[in-house]
């Protein structure tokens, strides 16, 4: 098994050498390879990009003071990356970041993903007592007789989610939370089947009170 490792790790370090190959001659490998062979993400340019078009709604360090605009701080760069990518190609609607999500190349999106994701998010706080115990209690347990699964199964105890797939939650604007959820529920966010069936069998009230769970969990 080592052996066969290390020998791919080889063949993938090679890649660039074989750029020689016609078209339709390479090995699939090559495909599966390109991502990994991708350059490094440039923060600089990211930063730079961020600041001049971003920072506006997201906050100047990803940490969103708007409830509407949600945090970007700390959250998986596949994450981001992949929102940006179906806001662009139209999978994910919003009128206005459909229209920043056109202006970035592959590289922009990368470059402003990884740069977001180095920042801190700052924590937020619940502010509805009387849903905290109703939150809690879905966000860690689902709700079994709708076949609700707990929220903390894919995106962690914490909320850090897990990478890559499972973004992080935790601290995000209620407000931003709760029109997501309803987005999926509703038909409106169809980019993820799985939030979709989440969603389905969520109620607007229990979507308030998970929302602002979320906001307090650190
Ligand atoms: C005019 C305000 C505004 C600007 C400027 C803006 N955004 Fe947004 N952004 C929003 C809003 C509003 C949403 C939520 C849209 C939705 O409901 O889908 C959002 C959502 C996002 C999301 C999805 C976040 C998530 O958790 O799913 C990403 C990623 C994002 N923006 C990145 C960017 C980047 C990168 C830029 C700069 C190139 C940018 N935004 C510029 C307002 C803005
Ligand atoms: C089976 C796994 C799974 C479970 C269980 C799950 N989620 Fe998710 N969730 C995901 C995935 C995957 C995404 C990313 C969707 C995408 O790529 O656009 C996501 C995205 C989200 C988003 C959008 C985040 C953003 O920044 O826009 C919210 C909000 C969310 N989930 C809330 C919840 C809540 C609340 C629960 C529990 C009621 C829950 N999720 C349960 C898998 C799950």
Redesign the pocket.
Same mark, same amino acid.
């Given at each position: 098994m080592k052996l066969f490792a290390t020998s791919l790790l080889a063949a993938l370090l090679a890649l660039p050498a074989m750029s020689s190959f016609a078209a339709g001659e390479a090995a699939p490998v090559a495909a599966a390879a390109a991502p990994v062979m991708a350059a490094k993400p440039d923060l600089v340019k990211g930063e730079a990009t961020f600041t001049a078009v971003c920072a506006a709604c997201h906050g100047a360090d990803g940490n969103s003071g708007t409830p509407g605009y /949600?945090k970007l701080a700390q959250q998986h760069p596949e +994450?981001l990356v992949? =929102?940006l990518q179906e806001y662009k190609s139209g999978k994910r609607k919003n009128a206005i970041m459909q229209g920043f999500a056109a202006t970035l190349s592959d590289a922009d999106m990368k470059n402003v993903a990884y740069w977001a994701t180095s920042k801190k998010a700052k924590p937020g706080f619940a502010k509805e007592k009387e849903l905290v115990t109703m939150g809690e209690r $879905? +966000?860690r347990g689902g709700i079994a007789d709708r076949q609700? /699964?707990? &929220?903390a199964? &894919?995106?962690s105890p914490t909320g850090a989610g897990i990478p890559a797939? +499972? /973004?992080r939650?935790s601290g995000?604007h209620s407000e931003y939370?709760a029109a997501?959820?309803t987005y999926f529920r509703d038909g409106v966010r169809t980019?993820?089947l =799985?939030?979709t069936q989440?969603a389905a069998k969520?109620n607007d009230k229990e979507i308030r009170a998970?929302s602002d769970y $979320?906001a307090g969990l650190r």
């Open positions: /949600p +994450y992949k =929102q $879905i +966000y609700v /699964p707990a &929220c199964g &894919c995106h797939q +499972y /973004p939650l995000q939370t997501q959820l980019n993820s =799985q939030m989440v969520l998970v $979320i």
